[in-house]
């Protein structure tokens, strides 16, 4: 290659997408999606489209992305109809890097306020809404400001390490001096929990690269950083600030699954199993946590907070 050659490699672009495919831009607590409507199961966007579609200065932009199909249309989704016939919407959501993830908290909220600006269903404040995804079904509640969602049960990642001594994996990040010990928790996707000394040290991270977890949970991890108030509890209700870098995404102003995981951390490591309501404050706002009794006989975790759609548009690229 001569001197005067572009050294540009090149990017994905939009170009194979279907002209005019038309799109809303949301976000719950500054995490953000592309949300296409496919009642038809017509627009099956690949990886790479995906990726450039998030891309934030070639493509549209986002953390993720998520089609509304109908459960019938895909085998994950006919799954969730086996045991909640009442699933009618499946989420199909994408990591920006365009790989699949189970299970996405803040992107459940805007899906139905999606689905309900789109008026593809009717949902009446305090009424609730079944909705399938790849970690089973979960339930929404619309609030007079939002959206709670159960989000079913938590569970240890590596059971008896986190039983033992509450930590069962090791992190190191930049901008963190030490390896710092860790707790994994599924929320249906995988979380690793890191409890940092003061909010300094929160401040100090730097989240542009990929932390390193060891053992890493079998299909990778979701990394939270957590500082808990002082005191942690405060009448009845515990609090911690929160951090996080997002498998398949990067840093991102807040993870619905992730402040699950990381509230249930706290709540192991400060002893305070009978606190069962918590606030965790993101970059990009606040979520509510609650631990419930499951119908399962296992605790399970609502998560609520906000949902907004900001735009719309139409995918034509050329
Ligand atoms: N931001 C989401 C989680 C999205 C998926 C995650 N990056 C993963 O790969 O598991 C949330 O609000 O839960």
Redesign the pocket.
Known sequence: MSASEPTTTKAPTLESLVGNLPYAKGHGTG?DFVLVADPTDQHHIDKHQVAALCDRHRGIGA??LIRAVPSKFLAEGREVLESSPDAYWFMDYR?SDGSI???????VRVFVHFLLAEKLVELPVGSQLSIGTRAGVKIVTRLNDGYAVDMGPWEFIFEQAATENGLDSRVSTAGLEKVRGALSISMG??HTVVALANETELENLELFTIPEVLPLPPHGT?VEYVVAADPVVVEGVGSLRMRVH????GE?L?????ACAAAMATRHWAQALDVLQWKVQVPGGELGIEFTPGATGREHVVLSGPAVLVSRGAISAS
């Open positions: 995490n953390d993720g990591n993830s189970e299970m996405c908290g803040n992107g996707n995988p979701n997002e498998r398949g995404v991102t807040a993870c619905g699954t992730g």
